[in-house]
């Protein structure tokens, strides 16, 4: 591990380094070519600037040091050091060379002896993440990080975290996960402790349950040896056949401790879902024709029944499994449907997001292009942000 550490700062010094053009004479006059005044005096100036910045570069590459070895042995690497490996204002270009040198360094060796070792659990990203790039969902920004922050702070967890988020589609499900992923575990959704399922995809065929049963706790079990921390999203989880919730059951239940002095493993399981999807916008209408704003909509106007409908419904067998009955599920927290203040800025979002310019305009042609419900009020967007970003092609200039 040494040598490996002194070949990559050797590496990173040397991208710091000016090219020997650039060595230069510090800022001093040049002596007149030709004499031999010039000659030592020219040899003396290239060494001394030469000395300086390497002085300089020296200073820089540790701190660049210090940033690259906490992100590739992150486990080694403690807040102060963190803090200090922040890069200078004026080199902020060179992250990208840090990230590729990373990114290469990890494909010739292991840079941590277990997958989990990149977990970061940025808790201050994930709720700047979600104050700025979700919009009209305070209730999930509230819920989401109170629950996963009071869960991967305790001390030794009995139970795996089960959230469950309802709502229509384009709410924002579906990024929330992606957020908690990139903010807990430095690789996102890439990360070995991360696993992503879909209901349609990796278990389309009824008749292949078994099997699917078997490949799906094999996954989480292989997956939560390996990290200490795991994260497993399960999309379109109304469409989960009732042998896999069954399956999960005893991943959700609560464990006896058999060892106090093991590392506690702690697992977050998110069940991503459209049902419930119209209690949910049943009740906000109902709220905003009786005089209140969206932002007075609480979980007390929403949860029993937003349950009752997940258990009443006959197309899912979620409401129905275990899961739900044993109250495994640790909370139901609901989307609210999108109006079309909350389409611009997803349309604004977008623009920014392809580095392209924008014009309230354009913005307001993108968002018109939504269909809205009920037909009367016209105030929801049938599809949320979906689609936002394919849409932007409409409004640009031609050529």
Not at 46 to 66: C, D, H, I, P, V
Not at 166 to 184: D, I, P, Q, Y
Not at 356 to 383: C, G, N, W
């Amino acid at each position: 591990l040494f040598f490996k550490k002194r070949l990559l700062w050797l590496l990173l010094l040397s991208l710091l380094l000016p090219p020997p053009s650039a060595w230069g004479h510090g800022g001093q006059a040049r002596p007149r070519e030709g004499t031999e005044e010039a000659g030592s005096a020219g040899a003396w100036l290239a060494f001394k600037g030469l000395r300086e910045r390497l002085r300089a570069a020296g200073a820089l590459s540790r701190r660049y040091w210090a940033l690259f070895s906490c992100r590739v042995w992150p486990e080694g690497c403690g807040k102060d050091e963190e803090a200090s490996a922040r890069p200078p204002g004026k080199t902020l270009g060179l992250r990208r060379y840090l990230d590729i040198l990373s990114t290469w360094s990890c494909s010739f060796w292991d840079c941590c002896d277990r997958g989990d070792c990149r977990i970061i659990n940025n808790f201050t990203g994930l709720e700047a993440d979600l104050r700025v790039r979700l919009h009209g969902q305070h209730l999930a920004r509230e819920l989401v990080l109170t629950a996963v922050r009071a869960y991967l702070e305790m001390p030794r967890p009995d139970k795996a975290l089960a959230l469950s988020f309802h709502g229509w589609s384009g709410t924002g499900k579906n990024f929330v996960a992606r957020m908690l992923a990139e903010n807990l575990y430095q690789d996102g959704l890439r990360s070995d402790c991360v696993k992503v399922f879909i209901s349609t995809l990796h278990f389309p065929h009824p008749k292949n349950v078994d099997l699917y049963e078997e490949e799906l706790t094999d996954k989480i079990r292989k997956t939560q040896e390996h990290c200490r921390q795991t994260l497993f999203i399960l999309d379109e989880a109304e469409k989960l056949h009732p042998g896999l919730l069954e399956a999960l059951r005893p991943h959700l239940e609560r464990q006896a401790p058999s060892n106090r002095r093991a590392e506690s493993k702690r697992t977050i399981f998110l069940f991503l879902s459209n049902l419930g999807g119209n209690i949910i916008n049943e009740v906000v209408l109902n709220l905003l024709k009786a005089g209140q704003s969206r932002e007075e909509v609480r979980m007390e106007h929403l949860e029993s029944r937003l349950q009752a409908e997940i258990v009443a419904s006959t197309d899912s067998g979620f409401g129905h499994s275990r899961l739900v009955k044993e109250n495994l599920i640790d909370l139901f927290i609901p989307f609210l449907p999108l109006e079309f203040r909350h389409v611009r800025l997803c349309a604004r979002d977008a623009f920014l997001s392809q580095d392209l310019l924008y014009t309230e305009e354009a913005l307001d042609e993108i968002a018109r292009m939504m269909v809205y419900v009920p037909k009367e009020e016209q105030l929801f967007s049938s599809q949320g942000c979906k689609s936002i970003s394919q849409r932007i092609s409409y409004v640009l200039p031609e050529g």
